[in-house]
């Protein structure tokens, strides 16, 4: 038996674990495993054979397994362009719009798929499916009918960008992108929020640092525990909770500066 | 005006209302603040071993930086990461609990109450034994079964000892270890020898429920071999061999019948009779057995002289002083009534037979 191939089936539960966590389903989760072998096996196991050793093997296999369970949820389910305010939201926005309108998953296991047992993000992934349900009334109807790209199509690594076309036709949905924004965004209380408020606001050019924005991100947008987002990004618990605080307040600093104090009162 | 007095709970409350809209407000600046710009990703995606580097912190700071920057931009990449961060979270979360359970156990303080804990199990079990073996010798001398059970299961005696009673089949058979009957055959051999010296020897009589080792099974006892085991292989064989063990330690008692067409084996079993085999609860059997029919003068006398015997001869040296003093009582009880009728004779030794039972 090849060596590669050897190491391969060592990881085999490894592999099913994560398919079965992806899928849910048996059925769907075996066949995506299988095609995750066969993936592995391709090419005399040429993805195991280019292994340098910097990492470990099972963690390596792992960051293949994923990239090939998404190879295999687009070769089964197509691609799909998301809305612009799902794109503009990204993150979790996007991959839940993936699996309750593409794969159409419900949302009990769309949120089991990306908040993997941690309660404290369970809440925010909740909050956003119901949101996307409620703003895309005809989220997951036509499965299959709506690819916008077959699996031959070659596609630009950035999702999120368009056209110049695709820019000017969104110029007109702004408006529409703002009110949407500030329900997602304020919840209730985004129905009284002015667009155009928003607008303003999210336009101050406000700037962040690669490693605040994933911050943010992660503790705000995709609901992660801070200590979580801190040991992402290398950082200890008491580390992420100081440079969240001082970056929040910088933050405030930021938008006062810009001017924008009044308006950020408004929406706060 | 008087301040008025709010509770500890509306206290936290209000806390707790603070503190859910404070967390709020955050929520909200940091999204206004990312959807403020909108980064571009920055350079490829990573490479699998790249991003299982940076997930397992093996890159030097500015490796790390600079795929934090490409990840900041890119959904793709971003949504891996994360991804693959909580799969390795949630296996190492199984591996550390793994290991606080070893370390538990290694814990020396866990040693000692896992120390305390098996000894205190094994003092209980150890006493446990020796109370439920104290309990069956002492159901073995002294037969609890009330007078009218034994009635039941009992065929009418004969009028005296000399004929020897059947002894009924009995529906469970009573189990011996097998040091009661070693014991037994020692005291049968004891008493074997100072009875040829007294008296003809008493038939014994077969009690109900009790074992009684012909010859042919003691033969087969002792010469047994195990029987052939089939294919069934390991299994049966463990099965087969333990069974043999127990049917040695514990000879079945043949149906009645059996023994009656079994001419080879009679001769043996008298021959064994003769010997005056008497146990302290066969003695007091006899004398209830005895005492149901019509039991003459005779019948007395042999009863005075076993227990005379019971006390004086060697086969009993593990009688206890108890059992000493039960056997001189009725002892004395049938000198003092030698000239009173048989039945009242029998019913007063029945009654101090019961009394000693309870």
Redo the contacts between chains.
Sequence with gaps: MNPWQKKALAHWEQINR?AR?RFQHTELAEEAALFVMDGLARNDWQ?LR???G???L???I???T??LL?DFARTRFGRAKPPQWIR????IW??LFRLLCLERFSPAEAVAIIS???PEQERTVEQAAYHILGELPSCGEHQGETTAFCEQTTVP?????CSPQEQHLEGGQRRQLFTI?GRV??GDAGKAVDARLLER????????E??E??L???????GMAVA?AG????WNRHQVHGRLRRL?AR??Q??AAAGLEEE?RQ?? | MHERYQPEGNHTMAEKNDLDRKRE?????????????????VG??LK??E???L????LDDDQ??AC??H??????C??????????????SGHAENRGRLVQLLRRPRSLATAGSLLAAAASIALFLSLTMRTDRQALMQWPSEPLHEQQRTLPAPESSLNQAVPAAPSPVPAIQPMEEGTKEKARSENLRASEQEAQPPLPPPSLPGQRTVPAAADSSAAGQTSPPLGDEGSIAAPMAKKQALADRAIPAVPPQNARHADTTTQPRAEQRSETGQRSLSEWHQAIRTGCQGQPDSDFFARLEQQGHRLLTGNAFPLLSAEDRIRTETILTLLAEQRRQPADLRCQALLQLLNTNNR
């Design positions: 994560m966590r993805r280019v292994f340098a910097k990492s470990s099972a963690t390596y792992g960051a293949v994923l990239r998404e503009r939201l990204g993150g996007i991959t993997g047992q941690q690594a950035d999702e999120s960008e924004l965004l304020f606001v999210t336009a101050a050019g406000i700037s962040l690669p490693r924005r994933l943010l991100q992660l503790c705000y947008r995709d979580e040991r992402m990004l290398g929040l933050l405030q930021d938008f950020l929406l706060l | 407000t955050q929520r909200r600046l940091a999204l206004l603040a990312l959807n403020n710009e909108h980064p571009q990703p490829t995606c699998a071993e991003l299982a580097c997930v397992e912190g093996r790390s930086e934090l920057t990840i900041a931009g890119c959904e793709r971003y949504s891996l990461w994360r991804q693959l961060h909580r799969d390795r979270h949630q296996q």
